[in-house]
T-cell receptor, first 111, second 113 residues
Framework: ETGVTQTPRHLVMGMTNKKSLKCEQH?????MYWYKQSAKKPLELMFV???????ENNSVPSRFSPECPNSSHLFLHLHTLQPEDSALYLC??????????FGSGTQLSVL | DQQVKQNSPSLSVQEGRISILNCDYT??????FLWYKKYPAEGPTFLIS?????DKNEDGRFTVFLNKSAKHLSLHIVPSQPGDSAVYFC????????????FGTGTRLTIIP
């Protein structure tokens, strides 16, 4: 148990679907992150939130829409994705300037 | 352009021997480096880190070495144990106060019993 919980663990969706990934952290951290891991590629930072405010958007397409209602919860809303968006999506949290604690990820397949 | 490179996608080491995982970087502004370990179906977990003012940091069986002139760091695991079999990611940060980590592609380490 890392203290960062992601649901669902696996998701298969069509290109016209709308779905959401959920992340919850129980560590009292104030920063939350979305990372994407594609096969044979480095982990790519997508979004960073500090105290619910988005501080980083790493040129992510608008079909990915993050939401951070409070410091413990983070969502990634998915809409009209492409097959190349299939990847492992990892949520992480940290104290400000601290090391990252990752969730187990959501393995996403877009058909 | 990949700023953090792990050129060996995989490595196999006999149990009890030393495992050496390598990482090269191109951005001279990186000043804090981390290693993460990932088991299948789990997220990466922090292993060890080093700041650019040091050239070595040790934590039990794990030691990280930093060679700034060569822009190279390495992770040594000794002695290697079967539970060390995992994917190891090198990561780097520009300025200690910056949350943005740049990761390498990972090296899959297999420890042979």
């Amino acid at each position: 148990e890392t203290g960062v919980t992601q649901t669902p663990r696996h998701l298969v969706m069509g290109m016209t679907n709308k779905k959401s990934l959920k992340c919850e952290q129980h560590l009292g951290h104030n920063a939350m992150y979305w990372y994407k891991q594609s096969a044979k590629k480095p982990l790519e930072l997508m979004f960073v939130y500090n105290f619910k405010e988005q501080t980083e958007n790493n040129s992510v397409p608008s079909r990915f829409s993050p939401e951070c209602p409070n410091s413990s919860h983070l969502f990634l809303h998915l809409h009209t994705l492409q097959p190349e968006d299939s990847a492992l999506y990892l949520c992480a949290s940290s104290l400000r300037l601290g090391k990252l604690f990752f969730g187990s990820g959501t393995q996403l397949s877009v058909l | 352009d990949q700023q953090v490179k792990q050129n060996s996608p995989s490595l196999s080491v006999q149990e009890g021997r030393i495992s050496i995982l390598n990482c090269d970087y191109t951005n001279s502004m990186f000043d804090y480096f981390l290693w993460y370990k990932k088991y299948p179906a789990e997220g990466p977990t922090f292993l060890i880190s080093i700041s650019s003012i040091k050239d070595k940091n040790e934590d039990g069986r794990f030691t990280v070495f930093l060679n700034k002139s060569a822009k190279h760091l390495s992770l040594h695991i000794v002695p290697s144990q079967p539970g060390d079999s995992a994917v190891y990611f090198c990561a780097a940060r520009v300025n200690f106060g910056n949350e943005k980590l740049t990761f390498g592609t990972g090296t899959r380490l297999t420890i042979i019993p």
